[in-house]
């Protein structure tokens, strides 16, 4: 085989995996998003609605939490405090803080977000701080994976399938990791 067929064969492949792996990554984000807002401790990776991880009630790309409420419980258990006074201080942290469109060039700061969040909640609740963090760094933990898991469940299914080959399903998961695709680092 030619050098060049060679080399447009596994710029093929790469484009393909890279293809397969944005396409898994938009199923994903598109199927966390739920119709109505509610306060919550939130989903995936960082703070500011971005990657799925806005710890005040907003999902993916700003989008309302689809399980904020589970995500309050889970943070009023790991601080042992009553939910609804955690849903209380999220939202009250959601409205102090309403997301505005960042310069341009610029992103938003997760970590400057999550801390503002800690401390927010803290002060609400009547819990030190560190344990606050702590409580949201758990969470997102746990988040992240269930995230990878469910991840590594739809390419094994998509492997079954006939869909993807098990060196392409490999590619996907490491691109994610990576942050190269999809949510980064999860």
């Known amino acids: 085989m030619s050098r060049t067929k060679k080399m447009t064969l596994g710029l093929s492949a790469a484009a393909l995996v890279l293809g397969a792996g944005i396409g898994v990554a938009g199923m994903a984000s598109a199927t966390t998003a739920a119709p109505t807002p509610t306060p919550s401790a939130s989903s995936s990776a960082s703070t500011d609605g971005s990657n799925g991880a806005a710890h005040d009630g907003m999902g993916r790309h700003g989008r309302p939490g689809g399980h904020g409420e589970d995500q309050a419980a889970a943070l009023a258990s790991k601080l042992g405090v009553d939910q609804t006074k955690v849903q209380d201080a999220l939202k009250a942290f959601r409205d102090a803080n309403k997301p505005t469109a960042p310069a341009e060039g610029q992103k938003p700061d997760p970590a400057a977000r999550e801390a503002a969040l800690a401390k927010s909640l803290a002060a609400a609740l009547g819990i030190d701080e560190s344990k606050v963090t702590a409580a949201l760094q758990s969470i997102r933990s746990d988040e992240q ?37 999809g949510g980064g680092g999860r």
Do not use: C, F, M, Y
């Open 145 to 181: 994976s269930e995230h990878a898991a469910a991840l590594k469940s739809r390419l094994d299914k998509a492997v079954t399938d006939g869909k993807l080959t098990q060196a392409e399903a490999d590619a996907v998961t490491k691109a994610v990791q990576n942050g190269v695709i």
